[in-house]
């Protein structure tokens, strides 16, 4: 697993006209997912833990990008962890403490959309956690992420990128389509005013938390079709690339005419119309 960070160059803002294309970017991502298939396979073959961090601002596209990845993927192997607000009991704890028991166990994914930087983030930014919380935290986590990868747990922390012309055109959709209307929140909106702190705050959670053991990889998503093909090939690249062969299953021949399915009793399924 490589330890080298990848990030995109300042600026790199994806125009509209260069965005890719649907057709164009299912085509690349049917390999890609049959590779995270294959992937999945080598987890539970070597009993490996993987975890995937998805940070960035509101309307970056973590859960765009970790639907990519997940769709595919066995449910039971791959768990998509989005925690709520902390409950007051959970606000008593250590501040790790409620993501623990979400954390892959031998052959599983687990893929964060946020994670414990949420102190260094939204908390820091909005006033929810106060200034010594705050630095406890950026001093705390890089600890506890060495922990985590030195138990065997391949840890992988992705930051997406969005300028503020696109996370505007991003947060007008959402309010315009009564399908996306449940994505936008006060916070969210507070986002769009407090640009420039949610910047610095990054800056300073990418100082503190950037590590050997557990490296940040930034990755432009202003073209968010784009920036998913990047994340889940750089994923990919670091992982080894060893083929184990889905388990051969034998598929003979029914021997009779298929059945039609029939009810016993009164009930009967509703017909499509």
């Known amino acids: 697993m490589a330890s080298k960070t990848k990030s995109k160059s300042k600026g790199a803002s994806t125009d509209g006209a260069d965005k890719l294309s649907k057709s164009d970017y299912l085509a690349q991502l049917l390999p890609l997912q049959l590779e995270l298939n294959a992937m999945a396979r080598w987890l539970q073959h070597q009993g490996k833990r993987l975890l995937v961090l998805i940070e960035g601002r509101d309307t970056a596209g973590k859960g765009g990008v970790i639907s990519a990845i997940s769709e595919t993927l066995n449910p039971r192997q791959c768990h998509v962890v989005a925690l709520g607000k902390p409950s007051e009991r959970e606000r008593g704890e250590w501040y790790f ?13 687990a893929l964060f959309d946020r994670s414990w930087y949420n102190r260094a ?5 909005m006033g929810f956690c106060t200034p ?10 890089p600890v506890f992420e060495k922990l985590l990868v030195d138990d065997g747990i391949l840890l992988f922390k992705y930051w997406l990128t969005v300028d503020q012309a696109q996370q505007e055109i991003r947060f007008a959709e959402r309010l315009a389509d009564p399908l996306k209307r449940w994505k936008l929140s006060p916070i969210d909106l507070d986002a769009r005013r407090l640009y420039k ?15 050997r053991h557990a490296p940040w990889t930034l990755v432009d998503f202003n073209d968010q079709r784009r920036g998913r093909l990047t994340l889940i090939r750089d994923l990919l690249a670091r992982l080894p690339d060893v083929a184990v062969p889905p388990s051969k ?4 021949p029914l021997g009779h005419a298929p059945l039609v399915e029939s009810f016993g009793g009164k009930l009967r399924p509703i017909r499509p119309r």
């Open 97 to 109: 403490q409620r993501y623990v028991p979400h954390l892959p166990a031998a052959g599983e994914i």
């Open 121 to 125: 983030g939204v908390e820091t930014v």
């Open 132 to 141: 010594e919380q705050t630095q406890a935290f950026l001093k705390q986590a």
């Open 197 to 211: 702190e949610y910047g610095q705050a990054r800056d300073q959670m990418l100082v503190a938390t950037h590590s």
């Open 249 to 252: 299953l034998k598929f003979p």
